[in-house]
């Protein structure tokens, strides 16, 4: 204040990342718009998840611990501790080239309030990686690969050639 510079918090603002068990299917985006902006709905315990994803029956686990252990752009990680499986959701954009790993073997992503990710945890304790990796960069090594070639072979023939004209007038 003495800098003239006010300060507001939000305190209604939910929470970047969470363990929750408190999960909510729908089949439409008109489903969804009409739970996410119900006044019950609650963002700060509750996820929405498309109606094709299955999960096993989730119960509440008021031990569950969730502690960020890296936060870079590309890569994300967690610790967790739970005594029943629990779902771990983050409100970073999910565009598809996330990939996720529980105690180093591969996990789903599961689509979670219509643009963001989550992942099933199961009991015990984790280490929950999340790290981008965008289809373009395999295709940009597949050009770069293949145009490395290309002109290999076009400098390698050029060589080929000169070489046969030298052979012949000698």
């Known amino acids: 204040k003495e800098s003239g510079w006010t300060i507001f918090e939000n305190t209604k603002a939910a929470p970047r990342y969470f363990l929750t068990h408190d999960?909510?299917?729908?089949?439409?985006?008109?489903?969804?718009e009409k739970i996410f902006f119900s006044p019950n709905?609650?963002?700060?315990?509750?996820?929405l998840i498309p109606s094709q994803n299955l999960l096993p029956t989730l119960k509440p686990d008021a031990t569950n611990e969730i502690q960020l252990v890296r936060y870079e752009p590309t890569r994300v990680i967690f610790e967790t501790k739970t005594q029943t499986?629990?779902?771990?959701?983050?409100?970073d954009a999910d565009d598809g080239n996330w990939r996720a790993s529980i105690d180093g073997m591969t996990s789903p992503i599961i689509q979670a309030n219509w643009a963001f990710r989550a992942v099933l945890v199961p009991a015990g304790t984790h280490r929950v990686e999340f790290w981008y990796l965008p289809t373009s960069f395999f295709a940009g090594i597949l050009i770069s690969t293949a145009s490395f070639l290309i002109l290999s072979l076009f400098i390698s023939l050029g060589r080929y050639k000169k070489s046969l004209g030298r052979v012949g007038k000698g």
């Not at 709905?41 to 996820?47: C, L």
């Not at 499986?85 to 409100?91: D, E, G």
């Open 85 to 91: 499986p629990q779902l771990l959701y983050l409100s």
């Open 41 to 47: 709905f609650n963002p700060s315990q509750t996820i």
């Open 23 to 32: 999960v909510i299917s729908y089949r439409s985006m008109e489903e969804f």
